[in-house]
């Protein structure tokens, strides 16, 4: 506002003026850096703001190089630092690694973004290009509504590690879905009830509460008929609903848990077991990452190279296909040309899947949930990423994305890992659980 005397008037606009010389001052040296492909250049300037920004710049040179000598001898002593020590942006170290380290929070300060090394593919604008993707992979307010009591998800939890549930009373949901672990075993295929290996790999169980289909073959469409299915199925915990009933009524405290929960007895309605591990399940929701808080509107949570390797996953390696949205999902089958015997959902029947199809997996906390794909095939990320771009089984029924040829550069590889990195915590994940 206008003062009565004036001054306080020109001390304003005088900053205003300051703070957009500032501004036009950093567009033009942008424009000069991008040779001319970028907004700025795009939009060009007319005569006489070319003149002023002339002006602007010899009135910078002009200015003291305090900053700059202090920038300058900074660089200065990070290169007389021993190799090893010197920071690597984008490089992480593995979930092997950090099991190892003390547990730390996501880092709450992460350095502003710039060009990146000379083998990065990242550009001064991915920033500007990506930004308009935040909403396909902001996360959800909150879960999907329930009717779960706290009661009921407590419950649920108890007999999530109760090995009653299987027939020799050995084996539990948790024997497979491990906490430790990131809800999985770490095995190339599961273990059934008498230790045998089984045919597919052992899925994680985060964000639960959306998905629509379950199993590799996504032959259930309830997360209450997987529980029942894995609880009875022959070779994996063999038992049946009915005979951990009957064990689960001879324990007093189950039986006024169930009373208290259902207002009912478990030995009359079986069912409510595979009632109460799912409500529970659908509390096991992935911790945020950095990941997260970039599509949040945090332009600084990741780093250029990892912004460089979310443009190639949503571009060049058509990756967002089937991993698209905040679970990096589509809940859907595919065949992505992997060599196996296994047809997976086109073995169902009335299945319209051809070829060996299998339900694309989350990608959240892929770093933690290894090895991968249906049979586990897959041991490491970088192992997947050859998958992709030399290995597939090019069949007919191969998913139309994967028909044609995918190659990365060494850099393009880096940056990609370093996103899909982005996608998982620093430590072992623990869900975020429920409020309720």
């Known amino acids: 506002m206008i003062g009565p005397t004036g001054s306080g008037c020109y001390e304003s606009w005088t900053d205003v003026v300051r703070k957009a010389t500032r501004v036009l001052i950093a567009l033009a040296m942008l424009s000069s850096i991008t040779g001319g492909n970028s907004p700025v250049r795009a939009g060009g300037l007319e005569r006489g703001e070319r003149g002023r920004v002339d002006r602007q710049r010899m009135e910078h040179a002009a200015r003291p190089k305090t900053r700059d000598a202090e920038a300058r001898r900074a660089a200065k002593a990070a290169k007389a630092k021993p190799r090893d020590q010197r920071a690597k942006p984008g490089i992480r170290s593995s979930p092997q690694a950090r099991r190892a380290q003390a547990p730390s929070q996501v880092p709450n300060v992460v350095p502003a973004p710039s060009i990146g090394d000379a083998g990065s593919t990242a550009t001064p604008f991915d920033i500007v290009q990506l930004a308009a993707l935040r909403p396909v992979f902001r996360r959800p307010s909150a879960p999907p509504p329930s009717s779960a009591s706290r009661d009921e998800i407590a419950l649920g939890e108890r007999l999530f590690f109760e090995p009653k549930l299987s027939a020799n009373h050995k084996m539990s949901c948790a024997t497979c879905h491990e906490p430790d672990r990131a809800s999985t075993d770490g095995r190339v295929t599961a273990r059934g009830d008498k230790g045998q290996p089984l045919a597919r790999n052992t899925p994680p169980l985060w964000n639960l509460a959306w998905q629509k289909r379950f199993y590799w073959d996504a032959r259930v469409e309830t997360l209450e008929a997987q529980v029942k299915d894995a609880i009875e199925r022959e070779g994996e915990m063999d ?5 951990a009933a009957l064990w689960l009524s001879q324990d007093p405290s189950y039986v006024a848990d169930f009373r208290r929960t259902y207002r009912a007895d478990v030995l009359e309605q079986p069912d409510l077991i595979a009632k109460a591990i799912a409500a529970y399940e659908r509390t096991l929701v992935s911790p945020l990452t950095r990941f997260d808080r970039w599509a949040a509107g945090d332009d600084r949570a990741l780093s250029p190279e990892e912004l460089a390797g979310f443009r190639i996953f949503t571009g060049k390696a058509r ?16 065949d992505i040309g992997l060599r196996s015997a296994d047809r997976g959902a086109a073995a169902l029947p009335d299945s319209k899947a051809a070829g060996r199809a299998f339900k694309t997996p989350s990608l959240r906390e892929i770093d933690w949930t290894g090895p991968y794909m249906h049979d586990g095939s897959l041991m490491a990320l970088d192992d997947v990423l050859d998958h992709y771009t030399r290995r597939l089984d090019r069949r007919a029924s191969l998913a139309p994305e994967l028909r044609t040829p995918l190659a990365l550069s060494p850099a393009e590889r880096s940056d990609l890992l370093a996103f899909l990195r982005t996608l998982s915590s620093e430590r072992v994940p623990k869900a975020m659980g429920d409020t309720r």
């Open 239 to 243: 038992g049946t609903l009915q005979a």
């Open 319 to 334: 990756c967002l296909a089937c991993h698209g949205g905040w679970r990096f999902t589509d809940d859907d089958v595919h």
